[in-house]
Nanobody, 116 residues
Framework: QVQLVESGGGLVQPGGSLTLSCVAS????????MAWYRQAPGNQREFIAS??????PDYKDSLWDRFFVYRRNATTIYLRSNNLGPEDTGVYYC???????????WGQGTQVTVST
């Protein structure tokens, strides 16, 4: 079992920046990938970025220039987002995927609202 806790969401003005964090606990020492997803109201959950336990990042093509994922250590990843717009509003989720089984876990999500 893996538990995930996200933090850092909130209200930000258009054009602003935000950094989210995710801390994992439990069975985290197997090979894994940690990732960020988001879900806007009425939309499906969308992949943003991921980083392996060796620090290799991957991004959704349309978001790579505004989002930066960073893995501090075995337990913690961050998502830095820049130049946010209303379309970035949604619940941001942290995901932990064990390898090679692909068993994955989700955090409870943190709300990001981009508005004046």
């Amino acid at each position: 079992q893996v538990q995930l806790v996200e933090s850092g969401g909130g209200l930000v003005q258009p054009g602003g920046s935000l950094t989210l964090s995710c801390v994992a606990s439990g069975n985290i020492f197997s090979s894994n990938i940690m990732a960020w997803y988001r879900q806007a109201p009425g939309n499906q959950r969308e992949f943003i970025a991921s980083v392996t336990d060796r620090g290799m990042p991957d991004y959704k093509d349309s978001l790579w220039d505004r989002f930066f994922v960073y893995r501090r250590n075995a337990t913690t990843i961050y998502l830095r987002s820049n130049n946010l717009g209303p379309e970035d509003t949604g619940v941001y989720y942290c995901n932990f995927k064990l390898l090679p089984s692909a068993e994955d876990y989700w955090g409870q999500g943190t709300q990001v609202t981009v508005s004046t």
